[in-house]
C-alpha cells in the first residue's frame, strides 16, 4: 500500500503532461471502481444477518447511500481533483509529504467535529507539531502574495482536510452498518465514479496526448492505487486492526519523495524535509506512538 499510494504523486504528475487535472481525477476514480466493481461481482461478498441468513450484497437503505454520497465527495472527488490540480503548480515529492498531514487532519476532525474521540494532552501537542511542521513546509516567509505553488499546497491541504472528514464521518455514521469490506470500498469509489460520470462535460472532454508513460500512469493510477490498495487496506486492517494499518502514513512520504527525486529529479529546499520531520513527530505523538514525559512527582520526606 505504502508503494503504490506514495508512487501515486509520480503517476500523477506524468500524467500531467498529456491530460488535464480534471481527467486525472477522472480517470483514476472511474478505472477504480470498475476494478472494485469487478471485484465486488466475482466474490459476491455478504455480512450475515442476525438470524445468520446471508445479508444483500449493496445496502437497501436509501439513507445509507446518502451517507456514500457525502463519502464520495470527500475521499475521492474533492480531494483528487485538489491533489491533480496542485501538482501541476508543486512536486510530487511534496504533495506526498502534504498528504501525510491526513492523520492530524483526521485527529481534529473526529475530535473537533464529530466528537468521536478525546484527545489527551500528548496528542493535542502532537497535532500541535503537525500543523508547526506544515507551516515550516510551506514557508511563509518565501511568499508576498498567493502564487501558484503556494495555492498549490493550500489545495493539498484541502484534499487532506477532506481525508480528515471522511474517517470522522465513516465512523459516526456508517462503520457500524453491515457492509462487507470489499462492498465499503467499491461504494465509496463508485458513488464517487458516478458523481464523476455527472461532472464529464466539465471534466473529461478536452484535448488529450497520450503515450505509453501516460496511459500506464493512468492505469497505475486507477486500477492499483485507486482500486485494489482499498481492498489491500481492509485486509490489513483485518489483521493489524487500525492503528498497525495507520503505519502506511509514514511510509507513502517516503515513496513520493524518493520516486519524485529519483525519476523526476525533483529538488527540496531545506524547510521542506525539516517540516516533513515535524508533521512526522506529530503524526506519532497525535496516535499517541510517543508519548509527552510525565513530571515525576516528588517524593515526600518525613520530617
Known amino acids: 500500500m505504502g508503494v503504490v499510494w ?5 503517476f500523477m504528475k506524468v500524467a500531467l503532461e498529456g491530460v488535464s487535472f480534471g481527467q486525472v481525477a477522472w480517470s483514476r ?11 465486488v461481482l466475482i466474490t459476491r461478498p455478504r455480512v450475515p444477518r442476525v438470524d445468520g441468513t446471508p445479508g444483500p450484497v449493496l445496502p437497501r437503505e436509501r439513507v445509507v447511500w446518502l451517507h456514500f454520497l457525502v463519502v464520495s465527495l470527500t475521499t475521492c472527488v474533492i480531494p483528487y481533483l485538489c491533489f491533480a490540480w496542485a501538482e501541476q503548480y508543486v512536486s510530487s515529492s511534496l504533495a506526498s509529504i502534504y498528504n501525510a498531514t491526513t492523520p492530524i487532519m483526521t485527529a481534529l476532525m473526529a475530535t473537533l467535529v464529530f466528537r468521536v474521540e478525546r484527545l489527551g494532552l500528548s496528542r493535542w501537542v502532537g497535532v500541535g507539531v503537525g500543523i508547526l511542521g506544515v507551516i515550516v513546509v510551506i514557508g511563509p516567509w518565501q511568499y508576498s502574495a498567493l502564487t501558484g505553488s503556494l495555492a498549490g499546497q ?9 481525508y480528515g472528514f471522511t474517517f470522522g464521518y465513516q465512523r459516526r455514521f456508517l462503520s457500524q452498518r453491515p457492509i462487507a469490506p470489499a462492498t465499503f470500498a467499491f461504494l465509496s469509489i463508485g458513488v ?6 455527472v461532472l464529464t462535460p ?9 503515450d505509453w508513460t501516460i496511459v500506464g500512469s493512468l492505469l497505475a493510477l486507477g486500477v492499483l492505487g485507486t482500486g485494489l490498495a482499498y481492498i489491500w487496506n481492509i485486509n490489513v486492517l483485518r489483521a493489524w486492526g487500525p492503528t498497525g494499518t495507520s503505519t502506511v502514513t509514514y511510509v507513502t512520504p517516503v515513496v513520493g519523495v524518493v520516486l519524485g527525486v529519483l525519476l523526476l ?7 521542506e524535509p525539516v517540516g516533513a520531520v515535524l508533521v512526522l513527530l506529530g503524526i506519532l505523538l497525535a496516535q499517541g506512538r510517543l508519548r509527552m514525559p510525565r513530571r515525576r512527582a516528588r517524593a515526600s520526606s518525613a520530617a
Not at 506514495?6 to 509520480?10: D, N, Q, T, V, Y
Not at 476514480?29 to 471485484?39: C, D, H, Q, R, Y
Request: hydrophobic share 65%; glycine share 6%; aromatic share 8%.
Open 202 to 210: 466539465w471534466l473529461a472532454l478536452s484535448p488529450v496526448d497520450l
Open 192 to 197: 464517487s465514479a458516478v458523481v464523476m460520470l
Open 29 to 39: 476514480t472511474v478505472l477504480g471502481a470498475l476494478a472494485l466493481g469487478a471485484i
Open 265 to 271: 529529479a525533483e529538488r527540496f529546499s531545506w524547510h
Open 154 to 162: 493550500l489545495a493539498c491541504l484541502v484534499a487532506t482536510a477532506c
Open 6 to 10: 506514495g508512487a501515486s504523486f509520480l
